[in-house]
């Protein structure tokens, strides 16, 4: 199946430092991102949906302006956390879809999540 | 707004025992339905998906899940569990609507006792 890589795997950071987190789908193109948070023992919450070449969708409740979303290819998103503080700590997963799939029947696919630690 | 329920929150069971999880999900249209499975330390998989067609859909590793429309359910179902299916199991939906998001389930925590 499709590939899509988040990187890095883990970050620990200062409260009050900026966080980039990136991620790409490597062997089909994504017209499609999107970036979940997860909780302990809790579902994926969908934070935004970005598509390539235009700015992201936010849910009702997610900062725009501290969760900065930028996706400048078919192939990269990248999420940075901005002033980060101890509550921003979770663990974050993009996902992407296949641009040449249907829409109506094309799946999502995950990458492995990144945990950030903010301290 | 559509949301799911999987009202299992921990399944505990033998090997070889059969499995089944409950999810049901409200939307009024038309959904496409997912399973998920997350691996401990690992990302999401996708374990199996309904589109249209036979209610009966076959993933891997031996699942399956059936989609009643009248119920809005599409519980995961297997036979004989194994060790190694002790996982988080997510069921997801989305509305057959091009472009729409997945709302996932809180998920079922799987575990096998050997």
């Known amino acids: 199946g499709a590939v899509v890589s988040q990187h890095p795997s883990r970050v620990i950071c200062k409260s009050g430092t900026s966080v980039k987190i990136e991620c790409r789908s490597l062997d089909f193109q994504a017209t499609t991102m999107f970036w979940y948070r997860q909780f302990p023992k809790k579902s994926l919450m969908l934070m935004a949906t970005?598509?390539?070449?235009?700015?992201?969708?936010?849910e009702q409740g997610v900062e725009k302006d501290k969760f900065l979303i930028n996706h400048a290819s078919l192939t990269l998103s990248t999420l940075t956390v901005t002033s980060a503080h101890p509550e921003d700590s979770s663990f974050y997963i993009c996902?992407?879809?296949?641009?040449?799939?249907?829409?109506?029947?094309?799946?999502?696919?995950f990458g492995p999540g990144t945990r950030l630690t903010v301290l | 707004a559509q949301s799911v329920s999987q009202h299992n929150h921990h399944v505990i069971l033998s090997e070889a025992a059969s499995l089944e999880l409950g999810c049901n999900y409200s939307y009024g249209g038309t959904v496409n339905l997912f399973w998920y499975v997350q691996y401990p330390g690992q990302h999401l998989q996708l374990l199996l998906k309904y589109f249209s067609g036979d209610p009966l859909v076959k993933g891997i590793k031996g699942f399956e899940a059936e989609f009643i429309k009248s119920k809005f359910s599409f519980n995961l179902r297997k036979p004989s569990v194994q060790w190694s299916d002790t996982a988080e199991y997510f069921c997801?939906?989305?509305?057959?609507?091009?472009?729409?998001?997945?709302?996932f389930g809180t998920g079922t925590r799987l575990t096998i006792i050997p």
């Open positions: 970005s598509n390539e070449g235009s700015k992201a969708t936010y």
């Open positions: 996902s992407a879809r296949d641009r040449t799939a249907n829409p109506s029947t094309d799946t999502q696919y």
């Open positions: 997801a939906v989305r509305s057959n609507f091009g472009n729409e998001k997945l709302t």
